[in-house]
């Protein structure tokens, strides 16, 4: 694998995920996509087994951390020393892997950034703009559905926390961890189309119940470790 490696982790919603592997494949610089598709049961495979790009299938459920931590050791095991980690319900401008990759690369001096994400927008807000345009805008609480991390990361801080099923407050908890270990998750000026939540909107009544008990489970897990909740102000506290 040549090109920036994309991670795009699939749990039915086919519709958003063509969308989204769309483009990945349109990026202005050569991408290596790696899709995981996490047992979904909505012809999400079948399509799948018919494209020339790299996936791999889950034979039941995991958690979203699970499958990141999966994607990314395969990764890392081949020489790679950073990736684009995607949801299948965005739409990425076509500089974005570059992007995030330059400012991963060029603007830690310091204190190393690990991640770098972009800014999910809820409309095609998506005009270009230089790298000097976006570097002013950085700000430390990246958009983990889409967003570039490197080897570094993981090995200093660990991985993302797989006993929070199936998603939800994964991504506060890596960046709370890599706040305490000194190392940069930051987010740029450079939107991407989000719709967002559109794994639950897109699944059944019976699995919006079990993916709303799960986060609520979740949520208790964070409490549990750092006496807050995501998003709230006692939440900010933990970052000053």
């Excluded at 019976?206 to 006692?234: H, M, V």
Aim: a neutral charge; hydrophobic letters at 40%.
């Amino acid at each position: 694998m040549n090109g920036i490696p994309v991670v795009i982790v699939a749990r039915n919603s086919l519709a958003l995920t063509k969308l989204a592997v769309r483009s990945v494949l349109a990026q202005d610089v050569p991408v290596d996509l790696l899709v995981v598709d996490n047992a979904s049961s909505d012809g999400t495979g079948a399509w799948l087994r018919s494209k020339n790009f790299t996936f791999m299938f889950t034979d039941s459920q995991w958690s979203l951390a699970r499958c990141w931590n999966t994607a990314l050791r395969m990764l890392w095991s081949v020489g790679h020393d950073r990736a684009l980690v995607v949801n299948n319900d965005v739409i990425l401008r076509s500089d974005c892997a570059r992007r995030l990759r330059d400012i991963l690369e060029g603007f830690g001096q310091g204190r190393p950034f690990g991640i770098v994400s972009g800014i999910g927008v809820d409309r095609e807000d998506l005009s270009p703009r230089t790298l000097q345009d976006l570097v002013p805008s950085i700000r430390d609480h990246p958009d983990f559905s889409c967003f570039m991390i490197s080897k570094l990361t993981t090995d200093l801080v660990g991985w993302f926390d797989e006993e929070m099923f199936p998603a939800f407050a994964e991504d506060s908890d890596m960046h709370v961890r890599m706040h305490r270990a000194g190392i940069r998750a930051v987010a740029i000026d450079m939107p991407f189309l989000h719709v967002s939540s559109g794994t639950l909107k897109n699944a059944s009544p019976s699995e919006q119940s079990a993916i709303r008990r799960g986060a609520d489970r979740n949520r208790e897990r964070f409490r549990a470790k750092y006496g807050c909740l995501p998003g709230t102000d006692a939440y900010q506290e933990l970052f000053r």
